[in-house]
T-cell receptor
Framework: AQSVTQPDIHITVSEGASLELRCNYSYGATPYLFWYVQSPGQGLQLLLKYFSGDTLVQGIKGFEAEFKRSQSSFNLRKPSVHWSDAAEYFCAVGAGTYKYIFGTGTRLKVLA | EAGVAQSPRYKIIEKRQSVAFWCNPISGHATLYWYQQILGQGPKLLIQFQNNGVVDDSQLPKDRFSAERLKGVDSTLKIQPAKLEDSAVYLC???????????FGEGSRLTVL
């Protein structure tokens, strides 16, 4: 069975600083990988996804993520954080049998 | 394209009462999921449907939770009787193909007093 670990519960960065959110997964084959963002009182919005091919994927709002098979990781990055990026971020793993599992989330706080 | 619709957005009930949540997925999406998200946690899968059949309900507390997806379109999640620990946001999501991302509704927030 697949699993997802987001080791950082909270991260605080200053506006304009770079950001990296960590995600590690466990799955026997190549998984489908996702990053979602959730603002308070809202549903989850897809930032980016990886299915196959180029291991560096670009998403919306200037985010990117890199799939590293050797490290079982799919870390999310952004070169310059904006105050509006403050939210909760979830990494998710999808397996071929339709099952999609989410991590516990990382709450991002942005300092002005 | 219309997104995933959920209702009600908010519900407050007393413990031992019942509640039902409704979800209408994006048109044409065969796979539908219900997730439970407790405050401060990630979404936890309760049940997933492929058309009107259940694919996985291994984490659904079947003594109090039930879900159906008649005709393979919209779905209802019911809790009866509710407990305090059922206070959470219930998220519905749908997916078109494999591979494919999940599209989420805005959720139904349940408070059990």
């Amino acid at each position: 069975a697949q699993s997802v670990t987001q080791p950082d519960i909270h991260i605080t960065v200053s506006e304009g600083a770079s950001l990296e959110l960590r995600c590690n997964y466990s799955y026997g084959a190549t998984p489908y990988l996702f990053w979602y963002v959730q603002s308070p009182g809202q549903g989850l919005q897809l930032l980016l996804k990886y299915f196959s091919g180029d291991t560096l994927v670009q998403g919306i709002k200037g985010f990117e993520a890199e799939f590293k098979r050797s490290q079982s990781s799919f870390n999310l990055r952004k070169p310059s954080v904006h105050w509006s990026d403050a939210a909760e971020y979830f990494c998710a793993v999808g397996a071929g049998t339709y099952k999609y599992i989410f991590g516990t989330g990382t709450r991002l706080k942005v300092l002005a | 394209e219309a997104g995933v619709a959920q209702s009600p957005r908010y519900k407050i009930i007393e413990k031992r009462q019942s509640v039902a949540f409704w979800c209408n997925p994006i048109s044409g999406h065969a796979t539908l999921y219900w997730y439970q998200q407790i405050l401060g946690q990630g979404p936890k899968l309760l049940i997933q449907f492929q058309n009107n059949g259940v694919v996985d309900d291994s984490q659904l507390p079947k003594d109090r939770f039930s879900a159906e997806r008649l005709k393979g379109v919209d779905s209802t999640l019911k809790i009866q009787p509710a407990k305090l620990e059922d206070s959470a946001v219930y998220l519905c999501a749908s997916r078109w193909g494999t591979p494919g991302e999940l599209f989420f509704g805005e959720g139904s927030r349940l408070t059990v007093l």
